[in-house]
Every structure is written in C-alpha cells, then in structure tokens.
C-alpha cells in the first residue's frame, strides 16, 4: 500500500523552477527523516536531498547531492504531514523521476510511490 503521494511535476526549461510535494495522510510522519530521490533511465536511483527529524513544526539539518546544492532545498511541513522539494536553475541532466520515502529508504511509507516526472528540456 503506498502512502505517500508525489506530484509537482512538470516539463521546464533549463533555468527554470518547479517545486515537489510528497504528501501522506500517516499522523506519525513528523517522526521519520525523508528525503527525495530521483531516477534517471537507465541509471541507478539516488537520493537527491535529506531532511533529519527535529521539531513539532518544521523539520531539522538537511544533506543534499553535491550536483544539486545551492540549486534545490528540502523542506517539511510537519503540520501538514508533506514534504517538499524546490527546485531552481534546473538543468537537463535533472530530468528523472521523482520519489519521496523515508532517509534512508524503507517500507515504513509502503512501497514506492509512482513519482512524479521532471523532465528539462529545451
């Protein structure tokens, strides 16, 4: 059962912006480090960014892909039970399927959700 749900996807050109979310109705998400993944065809899946657990509200220190950093930032609305991904600058080789899951990955969401596509081109 997948119970975490990706969208915010989209066709952008390089240099352009699109923001992710990752959404579940689990009341115990506040509890869990996530993080975004990507996967490329043909290439392995990878995580992308990492948000560790922290407060009530928002969540604490973050890790990010050498290639990404200073271009995507991750958050967490712990309120809201969603997790979010901004992405800026966006460049060709971003374009992947995007997932969310727990940081590292388990089954504790479920499995896999469907992701949600970016796709950057010109």
């Known amino acids: 059962q997948v119970q975490l749900v990706e969208s915010g996807g989209g066709l952008v050109q390089p240099g352009g912006s699109l923001r992710l979310s990752c959404a579940t109705s689990?009341?115990?998400?506040?509890?869990?480090?996530m993080a975004w993944y990507r996967q490329a065809p043909g290439k392995q899946r990878e995580r992308v960014a990492g948000?560790?657990?922290?407060?009530?509200?928002?969540?604490?220190?973050?890790d990010y892909l050498d290639s990404v950093k200073g271009r995507f930032t991750i958050s967490r609305d712990n309120a809201k039970k969603t997790l979010y991904l901004q992405m800026m600058n966006l460049k060709p080789e971003d374009t992947a399927a995007y997932y969310c899951?727990?940081?590292?990955?388990?089954?504790?969401?479920?499995?896999w959700g469907q992701g949600t596509q970016v796709t950057v081109s010109s």
């Open positions: 899951n727990t940081w590292p990955p388990t089954d504790a969401f479920g499995s």
């Open positions: 689990r009341n115990d998400f506040s509890m869990y480090a």
């Open positions: 948000i560790r657990v922290t407060g009530i509200v928002a969540g604490g220190s973050t």
